[in-house]
């Protein structure tokens, strides 16, 4: 018989995301807070003699709606590749995989789904071909493929992401379930123009940031979310919206919707409200259906707390 494995790759939002810096490297030195949600790409990995296969589903776009930015690759420039051929490499592994990804969380969104299938290649090919990698061997090559990739290494809902955003500090818990409205306008933001934009206008930046600290007590005080909504905050965003304005009306429309706040995730362009629960999450996303353009997706996610991309242990323990 032979044996598939099937693992869900969840998406992230940022809570938090602040720039301390550019570094001599090119990229910038980072404070972030991530939360892992319910919305998940699915990938199954099979042993096959030699060689990485990819293949690829896509139901992320909205249905009848042209694919704004690169589309979905199943060439070596996906993430999913790259990640298998660096394990492969680093393990001297001599047999092959044929990878299917489904794919349901937008691309290129800022929601990390390409770091994150990334993140489930390396922990399912770990199980698949035995390599016996531990969580924090398989970081340092998640970090190798993007800088939010080890966060997704870990099957934690928070976490504190600092230097490119790759070293991982995991919130101890008990920490709440959070509900969102997340809002994906079709348009493609290219990251690095993102951050260079930021770069362009930061001296012009007067509003004095909440700090990640203040943030995090925010979430652990539970279910009293108007502290959390003024802990939001995200230094990309002027950026996204001076880019792509409708990033903006998307935020002022779910702020109408009585969310207690909203924020871009990432370099956009996806736009997340801050929901009381499930039944406020389903109202806002009513009313954005109704009032949006047809173009948009809409999705309604929770804080994912674990157990979706199995196989991962924390710590230094072998992470199969
Ligand atoms: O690491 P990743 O490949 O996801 O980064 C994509 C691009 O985003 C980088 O090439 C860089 O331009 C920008 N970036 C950055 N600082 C970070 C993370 C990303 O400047 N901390």
Not at 38 to 56: E, K, N, R, V
Not at 103 to 118: F, N, T, V, Y
Not at 234 to 240: F, G, I, K, S
Not at 242 to 259: F, Q
Request: charged share 20%.
């Amino acid at each position: 018989m032979t044996s598939v494995l099937r693992l869900q790759a969840p998406a992230k939002l940022n809570l938090y995301l602040r720039v301390i810096g550019r570094r001599p490297d090119g990229y910038h030195e980072l404070e972030t807070l991530f939360e892992r949600i319910d919305l998940a790409d699915l990938l199954t990995f099979a042993p096959q003699a030699s060689g990485i296969t990819l293949a690829c589903d896509d139901l992320s776009a909205v249905p009848g709606t042209a694919q704004a930015g690169p589309g979905l690759s199943c060439g070596e420039d996906n993430l999913v590749t790259r990640a298998a051929h660096l394990l492969r490499r680093a393990c001297g592994v001599t047999q092959g995989a044929a990878i299917h990804l489904t794919k349901r969380i937008p691309i290129a969104a800022g929601l990390g789904g390409g770091s994150s299938d990334a993140a489930t290649t390396l922990v399912g090919l770990n199980q698949l071909w035995n390599t016996r990698r531990s969580v924090s061997q398989l970081c340092e090559l998640a970090a190798q493929v993007g800088s939010d990739v080890p966060f997704f290494l870990h099957q934690h809902p928070f976490a504190i992401g600092r230097g490119r955003g790759e070293r991982c500090e995991l919130l101890p818990g008990p920490l709440p379930t959070l509900w969102h409205v997340v809002v994906t306008p079709p348009v493609h933001l290219s990251t690095p123009e993102i951050y260079a934009g930021f770069d362009e206008h930061k001296s012009v930046l007067t509003d004095v940031p909440p700090s990640i600290t203040m943030t995090v007590h925010a979430l652990r005080n539970g279910p009293a979310l108007a502290g959390l909504a003024k802990g939001l905050y995200n230094d990309l965003e002027p950026a996204a919206i001076r880019r792509c304005p409708v990033i903006g009306d998307i935020r002022a429309l779910l702020l109408e919707g009585a969310c207690q706040g909203a924020l871009t995730s990432g370099s956009g362009p996806s736009v997340f409200g801050l929901c009381q629960d499930r039944s406020h999450a389903e109202q806002v996303a009513h009313a954005i259906r109704r009032r949006g353009a047809s173009a948009w997706a809409v999705h309604i996610v929770r804080t994912e707390a674990g157990g979706v991309t199995s196989g991962v242990g924390e710590g230094d323990d072998d992470a199969r």
